[in-house]
């Protein structure tokens, strides 16, 4: 019997967090309802199947993988975004109050979050495919309706549910990509967020062809023509049909995502998935299908993964209560029958699911900073990108821009997502930064690009500072949303990154709440982007006790990235 993914004597570079957490892994990964331990011959058979994938190479599935999970990607800036340069437009011709001026972005991350948690929970019980292809049909669902809308509640409503849909895109994509890709192309979990900025690019594009052309003018009173003085100047449905032509170009791009992954992609359920499940014979077939996809072939045989429940079975002796998969017969057989089972079966296994993100020091720690992280994250970026484009738009009034220049000054400041993402990708290799520094430096420039954008007045010296806090941002972004997964092992994996998601989504509800009641109160523009950036300066700090996973295989196995060994069950 060997395995170097188990070997005690491996020579670790990183810290000793890093080693007590996939310590822990071992003996916690595969933990069943009833208590039994059986991590060993589960982990070794997770390492078969990675080392089988990684043969596979970065082929024509992984690429495909890649390509579509950052088209989930690109729908959840874009989205983000189109709220942000449609709801001034909303504002004025249904007459918003500044006070439920921040609703429409409160309510979709309400969606977000509750998305977030539903679907990073669901994507540990029904599987990766379920939730890969209904969180974008779901959004485009939605996203078509948003533009035959009158009403301030209805379109609340419906922004609510494109929200839910797009939750689960982020954590359930790069664990996806994660568990497909091989160890030498990690870096493309940080470059799967260069679809984020791309997004916003692609709303800030669309929303200058279209809204300028049928929009009333910022001049125009707010109001809803309803309730006007008949004469009196006001902004009707007629003349401020761009937003609507926006959005509904938008959810035509969200239904082709989905007939993208739906019908012309055929998704393969992940293995590692499968193996926590039980299910040996259909990881198998997975891996064989994929490397055929690739134009391969794979030597991975049912026989292999068998014969790690037999060596464990073999030295546990008759008290291992496993079935033939290695696994408790209540987690991975599923003996419970009919949906009502089904049902019992699955609260039961979210709520293993998360002990699991609870059992000991260091895996507790581990779950709630991150928690902490991912809402000092989102609450920052939350309020910029839901009050900065607002306060471009004043000052570019004032300065007697156009609408039209207004909505070209977004296309710039969206710009820099690009470079910087790829800023994040690279700075994860630098091995004197790896992913913890590196997301130290950029959420403390993301904060510091907020604080310089309160002290310009001008619209152009504006435009800058916001493309500069994007471009931080998107750094910061790429190589948070990367990070996650690795830290984490395959069992809770979705669940832990559903989680850490939902935890900044809820940051997301408040945060825009917090700062248009306080430009409500008279407090000013200022009060609101500095409360903004303390959310990026708290990141920062908090990263620096995050663990650092450069150089470290994911916490299946503890093996170490790039060491080649393999493993094996005899």
Known sequence: MSSSALDPD?????????????DHTAAMSTKSASGAQHGTAQQRKMALVADALEKTGMGRYQWAIFCLCGFGYTLDL????AFSLIAPRIQIELGIPNAQYGDIFSLFHAGLTIGALTWGVLVDILGRRVAFNATVGMTAVFGLVIGSLESWTAILTVVFFVGFGLGGNIPIDATIVMEFIPKKNRYLLAALSAFQPLGVIITALISWALVPR???????????????APGAACCTKASNYGWRYAVFTLGAISLAAFVARFFLFTFRESPRFLIAHGRDAEAVRVVHEVASFNHL??????????ACDAEEFERRGSDATLNGNGEDPVVGGRLRGGVQGKVVDGVREAGNHLRELFDGWTMARLTVLTWVVYGADYWAFSIAGAFLPKLLAERGAAAHFSTAQTYRNYIYTSLPGLPGVALGASLIEVKALGRRWAMVIT??????AMVSFVGVRSPQA???????????????NAILYGWTPEAFPARVRGTASGLAS???RLASIVSPIVAA?????????????????GGAFLASVLCVGLRETRGVEDADSGEREGDGSSVECS
């Not at 874009?78 to 975004?81: E, F, H, K, T, V």
């Not at 959420?443 to 510091?448: K, S, T």
């Not at 504006?462 to 910061?476: D, I, K, L, T």
């Not at 009641?517 to 950036?533: E, N, R």
Request: some cysteine; hydrophobic content about 45%.
């Open 10 to 22: 491996l020579d670790w570079d990183d810290s000793d967090d890093t080693r007590t957490l996939l």
């Open 78 to 81: 874009m989205w983000a975004q």
């Open 214 to 228: 049928y929009a009333c003018p910022f001049s125009t009173p707010a109001g809803s023509c309803k309730f006007t």
């Open 297 to 306: 072939s794979s030597s991975l045989s049912l026989q292999q993964l068998e």
């Open 443 to 448: 959420a403390a420039l993301m904060g510091a």
């Open 462 to 476: 504006g435009v800058g500072f916001n493309a500069m806090e994007y471009f931080f941002q998107s750094a910061f």
């Open 502 to 504: 939902c935890a900044g």
């Open 517 to 533: 009641h306080v430009l409500s109160d008279g407090k000013g523009a200022a009060t609101a982007i500095y409360i903004g950036a």
